[in-house]
């Protein structure tokens, strides 16, 4: 089967995604203006202006390199130049050259891949079957109301599955052998995609809150098929949304801070709901956390906040000034900064939410730092201490780590849950080893013939049970939790291209992070004012329209030294600037946007994206090989329907599970004009969903 040759790369993610995803994150500036240096930008700076000189940007070779994410101001192709210059090309493409040796692939792997299409369904292997666990609308409890897309109410929203679900947790059930507990996020409502006859310049308060309850989260228990591992949804005591409003406590060093007290909360600990939860992680304690991402988009009248750090906070997350794009402020004051000035102060944190319990009240941690939280994943070091992954999901930000000062405590659930609040949080600062001047900007290998380099963590401040410390000049701790940015930017932290998930390998131990794409790296043209900076060893690539795999190998956990190698650029194999670590590119499934990460028993990687070509080819989900010769192989094992989105992948040794999120989310997509027919088909509204991929002959997950 080939999967090379086409054009595939040539479409933008939708602007209805744009609008209500992320509130248009991408179309602007990037919001990070600080100018920080960089310890290895700077002895090589000399040489990155000569490089500048030369100026050529060359993506050539094959096909126009993808725009995914949230491109619509920007040219979908990004082909500069005919021809390739790329000294890779030569080294690492043998597509051009003939057929490469065949590598067989490794345990976990061995699939026939996908090709590349515009299914508007959930393609597989041959020899998998999928199905649909549960999908927007279906009840959560027994008496929640049928769906009637027709006639919806918040009254029901909040009893029923709700809209794009991005992260999934499986975890055992505590008490009943034959059951599973599976949990997931509902990142965002897409309002004109949702409710019939929607006027977005006139929503009424029963669509608002209909939008409201449609965020958070589900619990849900499942059944599963001990032949083929397929899972059937239940009713049962541990079934539960969590929705806009459920209430929820803040803990951690912010807690009950004066910027986080408002009218309907003067002690600045309680919250009503969470928004934009986009990825998360299981916790070894049996709960799991949930990043709260663009949340920036929920609040109106910005420009009325005056406290100086305050107004910069909201400029840097995006929030716009007058009218929100859902108007929730309309009919209800919290989200009106000129009324509740610190309302949005209470979120953007990690959620910790303990699907055991139904009564539990979720906990937003302070002291794990508040900006775009893509996920949170926990890795626990020898001694017991707990650190946890965070990236910070937006153009030139950040990525996180917290070090936890209390130690974990086995079958100790409630002290565990308290361990997020004590501790160090740390941001990260990459360096290269290669010469700048070796970095050209269009994925030329370096001498070395590696991207990679060292880095540090730096330290913001550090809570304990007796106190707290800041070790960011002029910002106490609480304004460092708070205004986690500003402090970075402070101690010189490393601009990323959009850090997503960011999470340990149980097998090899070590730490891999997404990082989706960034088009204003070094930008030059028209972009060029929007470019924060040039390319780095870490961001080798002009113009990131496909992003990156990083590898990290710490020290230790919970130390401050790490070496780190990027193992994918992503992209069109033929095109000269990816990177598969040295894997045959004629034997790689074409990959763009990595987003969410999971890893299977055999410790191979897994990546769904979030990219989006319309026109040509659908996002999927992807298992990538680590080791030995197999180290960059990329085979696609499954792609989602028209308009979608992968995420949340759960690889288990017979059952792969994934959220397909936003299906039909195209530009003039609307209720009454549906973009997609999934899961339902004929012209039904599509429904995000849950999916399972299992073998039809009970056989492992890609084990021949
Ligand atoms: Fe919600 Fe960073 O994706
Ligand atoms: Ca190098
Ligand atoms: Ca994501
Ligand atoms: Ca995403």
Redesign the pocket.
């Known amino acids: 089967m080939s999967i090379l040759g086409k054009n595939l790369f040539q479409s933008n993610r939708s602007s209805l995604t744009c609008t209500y995803k992320c509130g248009n994150a991408c179309a602007g500036e990037a919001p990070n203006h600080s100018d920080n240096a960089y310890f290895g930008d700077i002895m090589s700076r000399r040489g990155a202006l000569k490089v500048m000189g030369a100026g050529a940007v060359t993506i050539g070779g094959g096909a126009a390199l993808a725009a995914c994410g949230s491109d619509s101001d920007s040219e979908a192709a990004s082909t500069v130049g005919e021809t390739a210059t790329s000294t890779n090309q030569v080294t690492e493409t043998s597509a051009s050259a003939g057929e490469s040796k065949k590598i067989e692939p490794v345990k976990g792997m061995q699939f026939e891949p996908v090709a590349p299409n515009k299914n508007d369904q959930i393609t597989v292997p041959e020899g998998y079957e999928s199905s649909v666990l549960i999908a927007w609308g279906d009840p959560v409890y027994e008496d929640a109301p049928e769906f009637d897309p027709n006639n919806q109410t918040a009254a029901a929203a909040a009893r029923q599955f709700g809209f794009n679900n991005?992260f999934a947790g499986l975890f055992d059930h505590p008490d009943d052998e034959g059951r599973k507990v599976y949990v997931c996020s509902h990142e965002y409502s897409t309002e004109p995609q949702m409710l019939p006859n929607y006027n977005a310049d006139d929503p009424t308060e029963e669509e608002v809150n209909i939008g409201i309850v449609s965020h958070g989260h589900t619990i849900l228990e499942v059944s599963q098929n001990p032949e083929t591992g397929e899972l059937t949804r239940e009713f049962g005591p541990l079934n539960r949304r969590i929705t806009g409003e459920t209430p929820m406590v803040l803990t951690g060093v912010a807690a009950g801070h004066e910027l986080l007290q408002t009218s309907a909360d003067p002690t600045g600990t309680k919250v009503n709901g969470t928004f934009n939860n986009?990825?998360g992680g299981v916790t070894p304690w049996g709960t799991f956390l949930s990043g709260e991402?663009n949340i920036d988009m929920y609040w109106a009248n910005g420009e009325a906040v005056t406290d100086e750090r305050a107004a910069a906070d909201l400029k840097r997350m995006g929030v716009v000034e007058g009218e929100s794009e859902r108007k929730w402020e309309r009919y209800h004051d919290r989200f009106d900064l000129a009324k509740e000035p610190n309302e949005i102060n209470r979120f953007g944190y990690l959620v910790e939410i303990d699907p055991f319990d139904p009564n539990s009240t979720p906990i937003k941690h302070t002291s794990t730092g508040r900006f775009k939280h893509?996920?949170g994943n926990i890795a626990i070091d020898k001694d017991g201490t707990v650190v946890c992954y965070s990236g910070d999901?937006q153009r030139f930000e950040y990525m996180y780590k917290f070090v936890s000062s209390e130690k974990v405590v086995e079958g100790d659930k409630a002290h565990n849950m308290t361990i997020l609040d004590y501790g160090t949080l740390y941001v990260a600062q990459f360096e290269g080893n290669s010469p700048k001047d070796e970095i050209t900007g269009d994925g030329d290998l370096p001498k070395d013939e590696a991207f990679d380099g060292k880095g540090k963590w730096i330290p913001l401040y550090t809570v304990t049970k007796d106190g707290s410390e800041s070790h960011v000049d002029g910002f106490t701790a609480e304004e460092a939790a708070i205004f986690t940015r500003q402090a970075a930017d402070e101690v010189g932290a490393t601009k990323m291209d959009r850090p997503?998930?960011f999470e340990v390998n149980p097998v090899n131990g070590k730490v891999y992070a997404a990082l989706?794409n960034n088009k204003y790296r070094g930008a030059t043209g028209e972009n060029e004012k929007k470019s924060k900076e040039d390319v780095m060893e870490y961001a080798p690539i002009r113009e990131n329209k496909d992003g990156y795999v990083i590898e990290i190998e710490e020290e230790s956990y919970a130390g401050t030294d790490f070496t780190w190698d990027l193992l994918l650029v992503c992209g069109d194999p033929e095109a000269a600037s990816t990177y598969f670590a040295g894997f045959p590119k004629d034997q790689v499934s074409p990959i763009t946007c990595p987003?969410?990460l999971a890893f299977d028993e055999h410790g191979n990687l897994w990546i769904s994206t979030?990219s989006l070509y319309a026109l040509d080819i659908n996002d999927g989900l992807y298992a990538v090989g680590l080791e030995g010769e197999n180290r960059g192989q990329t085979l696609c094992f499954l792609t989602v329907a028209n308009g979608a989105e992968t995420?949340g992948p759960i690889i288990k040794d017979n059952l792969v599970m994934v959220n397909v999120q936003h299906p039909g989310e195209m530009d003039d997509a609307t209720f009454e004009k549906p973009g997609s027919n999934w899961p339902d088909g004929g012209d039904s509204v599509p429904r995000p969903a849950v999916v399972q991929v299992f073998r039809t002959d009970g056989g492992k997950i890609g084990v021949a």
């Open positions: 991005d986009c990825s991402e893509e996920a999901d997503e998930d989706t987003d969410n979030d995420c």
